[in-house]
């Protein structure tokens, strides 16, 4: 019979074989026996590519056996709780019969990865069963077709799809799943009197899961030794971990308020841990939301199943242990946002990398880069302008939405946010945000009118949409708050300056924090032993003086428009000038918002000036590359204006200096301002290696001193994201 066919295959669970995925399906090449081929007019439907979601197999093994191709599914609670599947022609169905009627009462089973060895470990979730049979009911235009209990066997098209569907049969969103060797706790051993590993149950896929109404979460395994599931709301347990062994990937969770756990078993030292963030209390929270109660239970010991195949950072027992940091910065043309796996006391890893850049320069443009694969190259944002928060949100959707970024499947997984706050006022340390600096930061809105108020957009989104996690701001600011009083003061009125706090405050400091730590790395240098010029050049550009690793000076001011031009900042110019350039430059410009008080004057020399103004372009991509006189004119005023800053650092620092640095996007991909500077700064000892000026960055910290050069030049690709995190993983104020 046209477009159907006899499928008596092996079953493909348990083997290597890859997931089938029909592309050739068509609603009418629907496979179904011959039996049950319909034999009236049909109707089909149109599933849509690649047409199904899953097949299930009916008289497996036996001469009728037939694979049914299911298309949507409802799961309804009318009479019996079942689960309906369209299948490919209209009046067929099969309707799955749940055994229970309370939802989380269903446990879809998974096998563990060992049961593929050479598959991959996540499509495993792709095959799907019950401990127990249920019944299934199969009607197709001819009439009932099949009606029985069976072990069902569903074979999902995608991981989405399955994990989807186990979310709707338990009414709680399957959130991630690690493969466990095996669970015991302090009345289930984890080796019996012989010896023999025995625990509560052994290899496991144990799942984490957050319930859709309350948003609490669970985690389920098989105890396969008493035949039956085991559920426990994450809350029940510490967020301490206890008995930890990374090496045998080990660790034991004690039950809150339980007696402490006993000692005996395990190699780990006993101290303050960190923990995921599903292991903090979210919205209060009791265990009389479902799940097991922990009763008489003090601990329950896991040992995670090794995959050395896995990313960095992405093994089962790093996603369990790790917090996920989201670093957020915002800059005055982009937005990048980095996400890291980090525990605390350790280098976060960076697990993927999404930013949208030439803000200022539509169309925007958009990269993500997972792992070291690049996901998303150069992507052209339709949208004419896009503000900081809303890039921020096409940023956060693109990490949710990547179905091979497992550790941010919800919003909820990610434990911490931090977003780079370029004005930080008088805080020399990173904060946690709490009402009280949300107002602080607020007052300093005017203060860095490019970036302030934009960043508090997205910290504002991310208290809206991420409720489960802390919210660290980070301050350009902090870094330079060594800059000694004779070089911070402005020549004022000391009592004006210090009730309206006029001081310089410095920015980059997140660059050149990053700067100096990779910089001493790279020269092998002690950090307080170093000195250094470092140049930070981007939208906004700025030089810093760097003393014993600390900053001592730095071209940024009060705000940043003072120092270096920007692409539309002016940087220093006689301050009478805009006076003279405009009348009436006092009034507030039509651009201030209820957040953000610009004076015209601001907007000059913020927005309307810099290399933009002289050339008509923010790239200065093509500035340096272009012998256009407009061109040649920017390119060379900054050039002039970078060594004015080199040579007064290089006095300040008495000559004493270790490498001048070149970073930032100007810093790190021109080559031909790189060589324009150090051409003029020559007299100084300075000197270039060609070839190695020209070469692209592959490292963090690059040399590309020449011969004989006195000090060091270096070109440093920053990190302000990673920066972040580390600063969150290293401090206990914090850390959740
Ligand atoms: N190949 C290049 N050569 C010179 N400059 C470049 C090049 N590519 C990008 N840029 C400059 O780098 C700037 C972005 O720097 P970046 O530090 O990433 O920005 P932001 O200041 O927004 O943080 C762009 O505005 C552009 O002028
Ligand atoms: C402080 C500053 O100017 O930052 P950015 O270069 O990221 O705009
Ligand atoms: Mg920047």
Redesign the pocket.
């Known amino acids: 019979m046209a477009g159907l066919r006899h499928s008596v295959s092996s079953s493909s669970f348990n083997s290597s074989a890859p997931a089938p995925r029909d592309l050739t399906f068509t609603p009418s090449s629907a496979a179904t026996s011959q039996t049950s081929a319909p034999t009236t007019a049909l109707v089909p439907l149109d599933l849509g590519p690649p047409g199904y979601n899953a097949t299930i197999k009916l008289y497996e093994r036996t001469a009728n056996e037939t694979t049914v191709f299911l298309g949507p599914w409802d799961v309804v609670s009318a009479e019996s709780r079942r689960v309906v599947w369209r299948c490919s022609y209209a009046g067929e169905v099969l309707e799955h019969f749940l055994p229970s009627e309370y939802a989380a009462d269903i446990f879809p089973y998974t096998l563990h990865s060992q049961h593929r060895r050479f598959g991959d470990p996540r499509e495993m979730e792709l095959y799907l069963t019950f401990r127990e049979h249920h019944r299934v009911r199969y009607t197709t235009v001819d009439g009932l077709f099949h009606d029985d209990y069976i072990e069902v066997k569903y074979e999902f098209t995608t991981i989405d799809c399955s994990m989807q569907f186990q979310g709707d049969l338990r009414g709680r969103d399957l959130v991630d799943w690690y493969d466990i060797d095996v669970a015991w706790s302090d009345t289930h051993r984890r080796t019996d009197s012989y010896g023999n590993v025995r625990g509560l149950g052994t290899i496991q896929r144990m799942k984490l899961w957050r319930d859709r109404y309350s948003n609490f979460h669970y985690f389920t395994f098989y105890a396969n030794y008493r035949r039956r599931w085991k559920e426990y709301m994450v809350h029940d347990f510490d967020a301490d971990f206890r008995q930890r062994d990374d090496r045998h990937r080990r660790l034991q969770l004690n039950v809150r308020g339980a007696r402490r756990a006993s000692a005996s078993e395990g190699h780990g030292r006993d101290r303050r841990f960190s923990a995921s963030s599903i292991f903090r209390p979210r919205n209060g929270g009791s265990s009389s939301h479902g799940g097991e109660s922990t009763g008489e239970l003090r601990y329950l010991g896991i040992q995670f199943t090794r995959n050395d195949r896995a990313e960095p950072g992405s093994d089962d027992y790093r996603r369990f242990i790790d917090l996920i940091i989201l670093s957020v910065n915002a800059?005055?043309?982009?937005v990048k946002v980095s996400v890291y796996s980090a525990e605390y006391g350790q280098p976060p890893v960076q697990l993927a990398e999404a930013q949208i850049?030439g803000l200022t320069a539509p169309p925007a443009i958009l990269d993500y880069t997972r792992g070291s694969e690049k996901v998303i190259k150069a992507d052209k944002m339709n949208d004419k302008t896009l503000s900081q928060r809303d890039a921020f949100g096409v940023l956060l959707k693109t990490l949710v939405d990547d179905a091979d970024l497992p550790q941010i499947s919800h919003k909820d997984d990610i434990g911490i946010v931090c977003h780079r706050i370029v004005h930080g006022g008088d805080y020399n340390k990173s904060q946690l945000i709490s009402p009280d600096t949300y107002r602080v930061l607020e007052g300093l809105n005017d203060l860095a009118p490019l970036h302030n108020s934009n960043s508090l957009g997205i910290v504002q989104a991310c208290i809206r949409d991420l409720s489960g996690s802390r919210n660290i701001a980070c301050f350009d600011s902090q870094f330079h708050s060594t800059i000694p009083p004779h070089i911070r003061t402005y020549p004022i009125n000391p009592d004006i300056a210090q009730s309206n706090k006029l001081r310089k405050y410095g920015f980059h400091g997140i660059s050149y924090s990053f700067i100096t730590r990779a910089s001493a790395k790279f020269l092998g240098k002690s950090k307080d032993k170093l000195n250094l010029i470092a140049l930070h050049l981007?939208?906004?550009a700025s030089a810093c003086a760097i003393k014993g690793g600390k900053s001592w000076d730095t071209s940024m001011g009060l705000t940043p428009l003072a120092g270096l031009p920007g692409?539309t900042r002016s940087g220093s110019v006689d301050p009478s000038l805009v006076f003279h350039y405009a009348s009436d430059v006092g009034r507030l410009s039509p651009a201030s918002t209820k957040e953000l008080h610009i004076s015209r004057a601001e907007e000059i020399l913020n927005k309307e000036a810099g290399w933009k103004a002289l050339t008509g372009t923010?790239?200065?991509?093509i500035i340096?590359t272009s012998n256009d006189p407009p061109m040649k004119l920017a390119f060379d005023l900054v050039v002039d204006r970078i060594c004015g800053f080199i040579g007064s650092y290089y006095v300040s620092l008495r000559g004493e200096v270790d490498a001048l640095v070149f970073a930032?996007?100007?810093g790190e991909?021109?080559d031909k301002?790189r060589r324009a500077v150090v051409d003029q700064i020559s007299c100084l000892g300075f000197a270039l290696d060609e070839d190695a000026n020209a070469k692209k960055l592959e490292d963090v910290v690059q040399d590309i001193s020449g011969a004989g050069a006195k000090q060091k030049v270096l070109v440093c690709a920053t990190d302000e994201q990673f920066e972040m995190a580390r600063v969150c993983a290293e401090d206990q104020d914090l850390w959740p």
């Open positions: 800059g005055s043309s982009s850049s981007g939208s906004g692409a923010t790239n200065f991509g340096a930032g996007g100007i991909k021109s301002l």
